[in-house]
T-cell receptor, first 112, second 110 residues
Framework: DGGITQSPKYLFRKEGQNVTLSCEQN?????MYWYRQDPGQGLRLIYY???????QKGDIAEGYSVSREKKESFPLTVTSAQKNPTAFYLC???????????FGQGTRLTVV | GQQVMQIPQYQHVQEGEDFTTYCNSS?????IQWYKQRPGGHPVFLIQ?????EVKKQKRLTFQFGEAKKNSSLHITATQTTDVGTYFC??????????FGSGTRLLVRP
């Protein structure tokens, strides 16, 4: 069953703790993206990666980090430096040569 | 950098009325995509437009790409409650950054 999987669906963390959100795809897509969505708002790009071992900052990269050690995986770490980490995080992937993005179900992160 | 703006931010319509959302890019786009996000869900791809002036239809939905390839619109004829959600346009810049518009949230009164 092909697709893009984000886990967990809901995540709670205490303020000051780093937390890593998982994103795995078995679509053999080259590019992967992380977006943040706040209530009633649009999608803001955090980081993106076109190939393994390479990634670029998006518009709101401060307080976040990523890695792309495998084609299938693009984990996002929300660090304690992120001032307002509570949000809905969406991961997407795209086949090289096509602009169409496929999204995971998202992870709702709440920091208390 | 590239910016993609959408208007209106919200639209509340009576079931059966038409709905239109507009998307404007600060730069020329090679193509544009439209996505729909249901409440509590994730964005789902609807369609891609590539050619200048292109018009595509999906049942009650009509998508248009501007002649200058800097704007686009989505028109829904005779809205239904199943159309409820947020509609996003998206474009890709030369560095493969996929930028989404701010979205238009559609609410339909039954």
């Amino acid at each position: 069953d092909g697709g893009i999987t984000q886990s967990p669906k809901y995540l709670f963390r205490k303020e000051g703790q780093n937390v890593t959100l998982s994103c795995e795809q078995n679509l053999n897509h080259d590019a992967m993206y992380w977006y943040r969505q706040d209530p009633g708002q649009g999608l803001r790009l955090i980081y993106y990666s076109q190939i393994v071992n390479d990634f670029q900052k998006g518009d709101i990269a401060e307080g976040y980090s990523v890695s792309r050690e495998k084609k299938e995986s693009f984990p996002l770490t929300v660090t304690s430096a992120q001032k307002n980490p509570t949000a809905f995080y969406l991961c997407a992937s795209r086949l090289q040569g096509l602009a169409i993005a496929f999204f995971g179900q998202g992870t709702r992160l709440t920091v208390v | 950098g590239q910016q993609v703006m959408q208007i209106p931010q919200y639209q509340h319509v009576q079931e059966g009325e038409d709905f239109t959302t507009y998307c404007n890019s600060s730069t020329t786009l090679s193509n544009i995509q439209w996505y729909k996000q249901r409440p509590g869900g994730h964005p789902v791809f609807l369609i891609q437009l590539v050619k200048s002036g292109e018009v595509k239809k999906q049942k009650r939905l009509t998508f248009q790409f501007g002649e200058a390839k800097k704007n686009s619109s989505l028109h829904i004829t005779a809205t239904q409650t199943t159309d409820v959600g947020t509609y996003f346009c998206a474009g890709m810049d030369s560095s493969y950054k996929l930028i989404f518009g701010s979205g238009t949230r559609l609410l339909v009164r039954p």
